[in-house]
């Protein structure tokens, strides 16, 4: 994306795929995709604070929904399986990393 003084300072974001990296463009497809999800619009919210990871859970009809987040400088260790993550190895989460977990009761 180009700039500079103004008036070029107020050019458009180019929105073309290519020039996007293919792991960040999906990582954002498929954050948007889940805010279709009818247990992220509503359900019972949990919020706390575990292994070194802030995490927001939401559950409704028996299925959950948890956001993992390392707001610290050490790794934090979540369980379950991660259908998104970024900066997330297996169970470990670096710093400013996350994992989305998604379960069923």
Same mark, same amino acid.
Not at 62 to 87: D, M, Q
């Given at each position: 994306?180009?700039?500079?003084?103004?008036?070029? %300072?107020?050019?458009?974001?180019?929105?073309?795929? #290519?020039?996007?990296?293919? /792991?960040?463009?999906?990582?954002?497809? *498929?954050? @948007?995709?889940?805010?279709?999800?009818?247990?992220?619009?509503?359900?019972?919210?949990?919020?706390?604070?575990?292994? %070194?990871?802030?995490?927001?859970?939401?559950?409704? #009809?028996?299925?959950?929904? /948890?956001?993992?987040?390392?707001?610290? *400088?050490? @790794?934090?260790?979540?369980?379950?399986?991660?259908?998104?993550?970024?900066?997330?190895?297996?169970?470990?989460?670096?710093?400013?990393?996350?994992?989305?977990?998604?379960?069923?009761?």
């Amino acid at each position: 994306m180009e700039g500079g003084n103004d008036p070029d %300072n107020r050019r458009g974001m180019t929105w073309e795929h #290519n020039h996007f990296t293919d /792991t960040k463009f999906l990582l954002f497809r *498929n954050l @948007i995709l889940l805010r279709h999800e009818e247990q992220l619009k509503q359900g019972d919210i949990e919020i706390g604070y575990d292994n %070194n990871l802030l995490y927001i859970k939401r559950t409704y #009809n028996r299925t959950f929904y /948890t956001l993992y987040t390392n707001v610290s *400088n050490e @790794i934090g260790h979540y369980k379950g399986n991660a259908i998104l993550s970024n900066n997330a190895f297996g169970s470990e989460i670096r710093k400013d990393g996350f994992a989305i977990v998604k379960g069923y009761l």
